[in-house]
């Protein structure tokens, strides 16, 4: 698509609230060749692109912005799988840049994301508790019936990773997972129920973060990163 959206006129940049370290990771190890540029919490509430339900990353979709940075046209979605037809995106690309009048998105109004029939409630799907135990923490991920995350082997969706605050070499263990193949999501490397870590912490450290993605068979939620600390 983004051959025809340069003979279009226009260019295709992926934009992603993951840190910029993980950005550029990603560029790496995927070979990605259109740019991943990460973007503020301030940037996506400018877009209309707030996440009520979750205040740390912004509904997925697709911005058509004109090189004056009107917002010229939004979709969103709830699945970040799921995205607007690229055919439709292209023609109002041409209707915009043929001069036609079209009616400018606001920026400032919330958007309706696409939600299928019995989406998934992503916020109940797991817990995360974190508890000392001698010189290291056990954090357990209990994850509900009919979700899982992502084992280490996983190659395309986001494997769990844990960070200690104040100690960024921490190295952590985390299961392979179980290779199975999931409908249209494809083959995968997956983790249920629950899911103990051992994190190895220096003297006075008690927090950091778990990053996760949650997902069902059939779709996914955003990844995201949940912060932890000992009780």
């Known amino acids: 698509m983004a051959d025809e959206v340069a003979a279009a006129g226009a260019r295709v940049v992926v934009l992603t609230p993951d840190r910029p370290a993980v950005a550029a990771a990603m560029v790496e190890s995927k070979g990605f060749t259109t ?14 692109l707030e996440n009520p339900s ?5 509904h997925p979709g697709t911005l058509l912005v004109a090189p004056d940075g009107t917002l010229v ?15 439709g995106v ?13 009616a400018r998105e606001d920026p400032s109004a919330a958007p309706t994301p696409t939600v299928g029939e019995g989406a998934p409630d992503w916020d109940s799907a797991a817990e ?13 991920l209990t994850v509900a019936p009919g979700f899982h995350v992502y084992g280490a082997k996983e190659p395309n969706a986001r494997p769990l ?14 299961p392979e997972g179980e290779r199975r193949t ?12 629950r899911i103990t870590l051992t994190v190895p912490i220096a003297e006075g450290a008690d927090s950091g973060e778990l990053d996760l993605q949650l997902c069902t068979d059939g779709a996914c939620s955003m990844p995201e990163t949940r912060a932890w600390s000992i009780k």
Not at 35 to 45: E, H
Not at 128 to 140: D, N, P, S, Y
Not at 182 to 193: D, I, K, N, Q, Y
């Open 35 to 48: 740019p991943l540029l990460p973007v503020d919490k301030a940037l996506w509430q400018a877009w209309g």
């Open 128 to 140: 995360l508790t974190a508890v000392r135990a001698g010189g290291a923490v056990e954090l357990t």
């Open 182 to 193: 999931l409908g249209a999501l494809g083959e995968s490397w997956v983790l249920e129920g």
């Open 90 to 102: 292209l023609a109002r690309l041409s209707e915009h840049r043929g001069g036609a009048p079209i």
């Open 73 to 87: 046209a939004r979709w969103t979605h709830i699945n970040y799988k799921v995205r607007e037809d690229p055919g």
């Open 161 to 174: 990773a844990v960070r200690v605050d104040g100690q960024p070499e921490v190295a952590v263990t985390i």
């Open 54 to 58: 979750k205040p740390k990353l912004p």
